[in-house]
């Protein structure tokens, strides 16, 4: 969508844009893989792009047409939640294992704390898991942005909806470049595994969030 300078500094395209970034800022199972990438120095600016293409389409489909429509069924948000608590059961685990057990207490860069670097392909589809087999991401992004977006009417609705993907873009530019500031000076593995031990809790901690919230 074409928006005009004077139309970035009106109030929908501000309370938009307030409203993403209090939102995504959070940090949560989408923004600590960012972070876990950047870090390792792993596919960062790769990640970044795709978490924001998801964010866009997320946000977009809020704003012209889910929030118009109800938002999303009972049945379709089980099964989004259902596959999203599996998915960060499974990540949870694999961040206990490298946690519990290390290949080799060795600085970070080195070929055997690695820990098998990603493919381009794996680190797309691991972004757009993170980001659509994410209930809150549908919930947050598309159903809340979505229904806020209303108040503004139309053509408001669209620079509220512009707004919200500036967010997005500003937060995950910022998350990449400080993870990746960060991630050249952080050598520790004994900080790493108490990172993975931290990110393992989160995941599962989330998940039986989830799981509790179908019962």
């Known amino acids: ?6 139309s970035i500094l009106s109030p929908a395209f501000s309370a938009g844009l307030a409203l993403s970034l209090s939102l995504i ?3 949560g199972p989408q923004n600590a893989h960012v972070m876990r990438m950047g870090l390792r120095r792993q596919h960062l600016w790769l990640t970044v792009a795709i978490s924001m293409l998801a964010d ?4 977009a489909l809020g704003v012209l047409g889910l929030a118009e429509l109800g938002g999303l069924s009972d049945k379709l948000q089980g099964a989004l939640v259902g596959a999203g608590a ?3 059961l499974v990540y949870g685990w694999q961040a206990g294992q490298r946690c519990w057990q290390p290949a080799v207490d060795q600085p970070l860069g080195t070929e055997a704390n690695a820990n098998q670097p990603m493919t381009r392909r794996q680190a797309v589809l691991t972004a757009l898991a993170f980001s659509w087999l994410n209930p809150h991401a549908w919930l947050d992004t598309a159903v809340l942005i979505g229904t806020a977006s ?12 512009a707004g919200a993907l500036t967010g997005s873009l500003l937060w ?4 990449g470049a400080a993870t990746f500031w960060l991630g050249r000076r952080l050598g520790s593995a004994a900080l790493w595994r108490a990172i993975d ?3 393992a809790l989160m995941m599962w901690g989330t998940a039986a969030w989830l799981v509790g919230g179908l019962m």
């Open 86 to 88: 599996l998915f960060l």
């Open 25 to 27: 800022m959070a940090i």
């Open 172 to 175: 995950f530019t910022l998350l």
């Open 197 to 199: 031990g931290l990110v």
């Open 56 to 59: 866009f389409v997320l946000i």
């Open 150 to 161: 209303l108040a503004w009417g139309r053509p408001g609705n669209q620079l509220f909806g």
């Open 1 to 6: 969508m074409s928006i005009a300078l004077p």
